[in-house]
């Protein structure tokens, strides 16, 4: 286990409109407050042909191929994620939503790109006095969080 410490700052109230993409919205928003590091919880709707990443195709194998599943309609959804700056001070958001529609529910990483469905509600809380950054694993391909 590897951890830091972190101070709230301040709290954000975000309404994502009709068809916007979640994590290039949501970046450049912190970019555009200088906001380094935060945790987001998000509910409302995502839209037909949003894409999920739903885990590797096998658990330990190398290299990891992940697997997609595209939205086949709006579905409700609730999610949580992290922002944390890449090598490059670029803030990274990692996501995973819970998409339900009728009694299926999919989950996983909106980083392929969800779409809204009418609205969706983020309140995206800044963390500070931290210096974790997502740092490039050359194992896994990932850019994985270092407290």
């Not at 990891?64 to 309609?73: G, K, Q, S, V």
């Not at 409700?76 to 090598?87: A, K, L, M, V």
């Amino acid at each position: 286990m590897k951890y830091s410490e972190a101070s709230k700052g301040r709290v954000f109230v975000i309404r994502l409109e009709d068809g916007e993409i979640v994590h290039e919205c949501i970046e450049r928003f912190a970019k555009d407050h200088a906001i380094e590091r935060a945790t987001l919880i998000a509910v409302g709707g995502a839209d037909k042909g949003s894409l999920l990443v739903v885990g590797p195709e096998e658990s330990r194998s190398n290299p990891i191929n992940p697997m997609t599943h595209e939205l086949y309609d709006a579905h409700e959804i609730t999610g949580s994620g992290t922002i944390f700056p890449d090598e490059n001070g670029n803030p990274i958001l990692h996501m995973h939503m819970a998409c339900g529609r009728e009694e299926n529910t999919v989950t996983g990483c909106i980083r392929n790109g969800v779409k809204v469905w009418l609205v969706m509600e983020i309140i995206l809380t800044e963390l500070l006095k931290n210096t974790a950054t997502r740092q490039y694993d050359p194992q896994s391909g990932f850019k994985l969080l270092e407290p």
